[in-house]
């Protein structure tokens, strides 16, 4: 009996010590990212994050790009809010700071017709190739909302982007 008790606490203090090592020490973690065959030749692949802008509201951060028999035809960024909360003005470019300071604008890519008021979308063509794997980014929102993605998201993206 006295075996059994022994086994069955050092099991215990074993999966107690996997659990703390799991939530107080750095691990790897897997990107919410997705590729689809929208045509012959032709994909799409996704990374989704869900984020909170510096008022709490939380946002669809999707990041994706376009190839086309292995040529990529767009990189774009889409911010989705929940309804309600955020209208976009349209046509409008995202503002971009970077952490040194330098600031980009991508283009609107709903300049003529939104698929809703809360959905904004970007050309990120021409800014993904300046992201450094170092680098976070803010992003200028409506309504004095800004929205920061952290380098880690960055890293993920330029991996995705191909550039």
């Known amino acids: 009996m006295l075996y059994f008790w022994q086994k069955l606490t050092s099991t215990l203090v074993i999966i107690f010590i996997c659990l703390l090592g799991l939530c107080f020490f750095p691990h790897e973690t897997f990107a919410l990212t997705r590729q689809i065959e929208e045509a ?17 509201n939380s946002w669809q951060v999707v990041f994706f790009q376009r190839k086309k028999n292995g040529e990529v035809k767009t990189v774009d960024l889409r911010l989705v809010a929940f309804p309600d909360v955020v209208t976009f003005k349209h046509p409008q470019p995202l503002k971009i700071t970077f952490n040194q300071g330098k ?21 990120f063509m021409p800014i993904i190739s300046q992201l450094s794997p170092t680098d976070y980014i803010e992003l200028s929102l409506p309504d004095d909302l800004s929205l920061t993605i952290p380098a880690a998201i960055i890293v993920e993206w330029r991996s995705l982007s191909d550039l």
Do not use: C, M, W
């Open 40 to 56: 012959p030749q032709q994909f799409l692949t996704q990374s989704r994050h869900t984020l909170r802008d510096n008022q709490g």
């Open 103 to 123: 600031i980009l604008f991508a283009e609107d890519k709903f300049a003529e017709q939104s698929p809703a008021p809360n959905v904004g979308e970007y050309d």
